[in-house]
């Protein structure tokens, strides 16, 4: 039952975790839907995080999260097996979050070209570290959280997509769909903002955790609508 799979023991998301995204979309395509739960927990922070370096509204955060989650299932057959899943899906939660920017009567450049020019000095920005116990400092994730929510939307969300959720230049290249370079520039010119408006270190382990919580709640809220569309077809 559906209700089994998202509410797993530890022992068993972990041994569920072993499979492939491949494997359980092959599994979910020949009939066994519910296994759809454990896609959705397995990019949950993922898509958070992204969803809230491009729009930064928590509520919306997690519906486009839902509406993405269902386009992705919707379309799953279309789904290319040569291609990564990961940046598949996170592609379509970025395409449904600029369509609400744009609702709103606001744009998000994904493509700035002229980042060559302005940073051509190519300026390094040193690895910034810090003591575990520093970062584990409530007042200083306060201050983090909100220094990364200040960054201009364009290099908040390679920041994100690269520091937090340890995406690699070529994935946040596909889901952005900008230059190689534009991923490195705008990630060096995140870390130098940070690091000129905080005067302080970051840790990307203690930011912006997602809450267990939210998580159990958007797979439940996925699986029913897709439990109540089977019903609605059967």
Known sequence: MIVSIYKMHTGEMNSANTISDNELIRRILNGEKDLYALIVRRYNQRLYRIAMSIIYDDAEAEDVMQTAYMNA?????????????????TRIMINECLLRLKRRGRSVSLDDAALDVIMNDNVQIQELKTPINEVMNTELKTILDAAIRDLPEIYRSVFVMRELENMSVADTQECLG?????????????????????????DKEEIMHFQLKRCDRVVASVMEKILDRQELLA
């Open 73 to 89: 299932y919707l379309n799953l057959a279309k789904f290319s097996f040569n291609a990564s899943f990961s940046t598949w899906l």
């Open 178 to 202: 900008i230059s190689e370079n534009n991923v490195k520039v705008r990630l060096n010119r995140a870390k130098a903002m940070l690091k000129s408006s905080l005067s302080m270190f970051y």
